[in-house]
């Protein structure tokens, strides 16, 4: 297994500290850090805070997300689909979890709410061209791939 230290802070005494749930989680479990239960209702969106911020080695992401249990069995999942935390952000990690079911969800203190994979990246140096190398596939888009 390769580890990599990931320094953390907490900003609230009730913090949750990032676990994993089993050996071999690739996402870390991140904890709603509140005073007090929360309602999300159909359709809407709230901002959870864990209560920590993170120190990640540079050239890797803190990507943020959806727990399936929670997305699964209760319809609240991430607002952005994918959370993007740089490597130089030092602020809070805050959720935004949007309700895409009918019911209103209640989210409770030290809830898992989200999950954090950590993953390497690489930093594009971007330079225009008059023309790109052919491939394959050329400009075929959206679903060009798929049955014929």
Same mark, same amino acid.
């Given at each position: 297994?390769? +580890?990599?230290?990931? $320094?953390?802070?907490?900003?609230?005494?009730?913090?949750?500290?990032?676990? *994993?749930?089993?050996? $071999?989680? #690739?996402?870390?479990?991140?904890? @709603?850090?509140?005073?007090? =239960?929360?309602?999300?209702? !159909?359709?809407? +969106?709230?901002?959870?805070? +864990?209560?920590?911020?993170?120190?990640? =080695?540079?050239? +890797?992401?803190?990507?943020?997300?959806? /727990?399936?249990?929670? @997305?699964?069995?209760?319809?609240?999942? =991430?607002? %952005?689909?994918?959370?993007? &935390?740089?490597?130089? *952000? /030092?602020?809070?990690?805050? &959720? #935004?979890?949007? %309700?895409?079911?009918? #019911?209103?969800?209640?989210?409770? =203190? @030290?809830? /898992?709410?989200?999950?954090?994979?950590? #993953? !390497?990246? &690489?930093?594009?140096? $971007?330079?225009?061209?008059?023309?790109?190398?052919?491939?394959? /596939?050329?400009?075929?888009?959206?679903?060009?791939?798929?049955?014929?």
């Amino acid at each position: 297994m390769k +580890t990599c230290k990931v $320094y953390f802070k907490k900003l609230n005494g009730s913090a949750v500290m990032p676990s *994993y749930g089993s050996e $071999y989680a #690739a996402g870390a479990d991140l904890y @709603a850090c509140l005073d007090a =239960p929360v309602a999300i209702a !159909p359709g809407e +969106t709230q901002f959870i805070h +864990t209560g920590i911020a993170v120190e990640l =080695p540079e050239y +890797t992401v803190g990507l943020i997300y959806a /727990r399936s249990g929670l @997305a699964c069995k209760k319809g609240v999942a =991430p607002a %952005n689909k994918v959370g993007v &935390i740089d490597c130089d *952000y /030092r602020g809070e990690i805050i &959720i #935004a979890l949007h %309700n895409h079911s009918d #019911a209103p969800v209640i989210v409770e =203190p @030290a809830e /898992r709410v989200a999950q954090m994979v950590i #993953a !390497p990246y &690489i930093y594009g140096e $971007y330079e225009e061209k008059d023309e790109l190398s052919p491939s394959v /596939r050329g400009v075929g888009g959206f679903g060009s791939t798929g049955s014929k």
